[in-house]
T-cell receptor, first 116, second 113 residues
Framework: DVKVTQSSRYLVKRTGEKVFLECVQD?????MFWYRQDPGLGLRLIYF???????EKGDIPEGYSVSREKKERFSLILESASTNQTSMYLC???????????????FGDGTRLSIL | KNQVEQSPQSLIILEGKNCTLQ??????????LRWYKQDTGRGPVSLTI?????NTKSNGRYTATLDADTKQSSLHITASQLSDSASYIC????????????FGKGTKLSVKP
């Protein structure tokens, strides 16, 4: 069974801090994704990666960056945290489209991040 | 513009009753449509996927339908249980090499005893 693990369930940081959210998957998936989920807005894609050291901007990349140094690990970085980045952050992984367009994304259980 | 609209936003039903959640989309070209269930405090988990050629698919007490002509899907839950309380998210994958995912905002279902 696919397991996507996010390093923290809850995190509280201060405005201006640099914040790292970590995600690890154990199914050798090429694709990894970072979303944020806010009430009334649903899931919005921040960044995704198709392979090691590759990254693509999603719909709302401003204020975020990512790192993918190893296939199984995808990190989301808040360069200088702001209060409007308080949210639930979800990581997901999947097979590449070429090998399984009908395969689901597998999600972690999320990190609830509060910026004070 | 590619969009996925879900209704209702929230729903409260009594245990044992049936309910139907709706998903309308304007995504074109279309590849597939997937329903996810998201329990409180957990990540979404796939319930079922509908491709262009499929009209109905069941997964236990969950039955999904797809009308590709009208671009509508529904998720019917039979004999609801307390454990069905969750958010249900409809996600449409567009066609082509990009195959972008378009997420609906979800329906929050509460099943009361």
């Amino acid at each position: 069974d696919v397991k996507v693990t996010q390093s923290s369930r809850y995190l509280v940081k201060r405005t201006g801090e640099k914040v790292f959210l970590e995600c690890v998957q154990d199914m050798d998936h090429e694709n990894m994704f970072w979303y944020r989920q806010d009430p009334g807005l649903g899931l919005r894609l921040i960044y995704f990666s198709y392979d090691v050291k590759m990254k693509e901007k999603g719909d709302i990349p401003e204020g975020y960056s990512v790192s993918r140094e190893k296939k199984e690990r995808f990190s989301l970085i808040l360069e200088s945290a702001s209060t409007n980045q308080t949210s639930m952050y979800l990581c997901a992984s999947s097979m590449p489209l070429s090998r399984g367009g009908n395969q689901p994304q597998h999600f972690g259980d999320g990190t609830r991040l509060s910026i004070l | 513009k590619n969009q996925v609209e879900q209704s209702p936003q929230s729903l409260i039903i009594l245990e044992g009753k049936n309910c139907t959640l709706q998903c309308n989309y304007t995504v074109s070209p279309f590849s597939n449509l997937r329903w996810y269930k998201q329990d409180t405090g957990r990540g979404p988990v796939s319930l079922t996927i509908m491709t262009f050629s499929e009209n109905t698919k069941s997964n236990g007490r969950y039955t999904a339908t797809l009308d590709a002509d009208t671009k509508q899907s529904s998720l019917h839950i039979t004999a609801s249980q307390l454990s069905d309380s969750a958010s249900y998210i409809c996600v449409v994958r567009g066609g082509g090499s990009q195959g972008n995912l378009i997420f609906g905002k979800g329906t929050k279902l509460s099943v009361k005893p």
